[in-house]
């Protein structure tokens, strides 16, 4: 990688999983020599990782929804409080 290349954590969602698409385009295309190709395999599984935690807190949130009595959303419950 290069010093331009972006911090993973402060990535958004889309935006980190536009950086792992191309990291797999550039692995399948073979032409990367050996030890960029390491690096980079090691970046596109941090960017997994990255985009999977985002997932995960998304899924929580939209767990949190709380159902009035007639089954429809009555509003939503902050992360991390029950």
Not at 23 to 33: A, K
């Amino acid at each position: 990688m290069d010093a331009n290349t972006p911090d993973i954590a402060g990535l958004s969602f889309e935006d980190a999983l536009r950086a792992l698409e191309d990291v797999v385009r550039r692995l399948e295309s073979g032409e990367v020599p050996l030890d960029e190709s390491i690096a980079l395999y090691e970046r596109g599984e941090a960017l997994r990782r990255h985009c999977q935690a985002r997932l995960d807190a998304a899924q929580a949130r939209i767990e949190k929804i709380v159902a009035g009595p007639d089954g429809q959303a009555a509003g939503t419950v902050p992360f991390g409080t029950e």
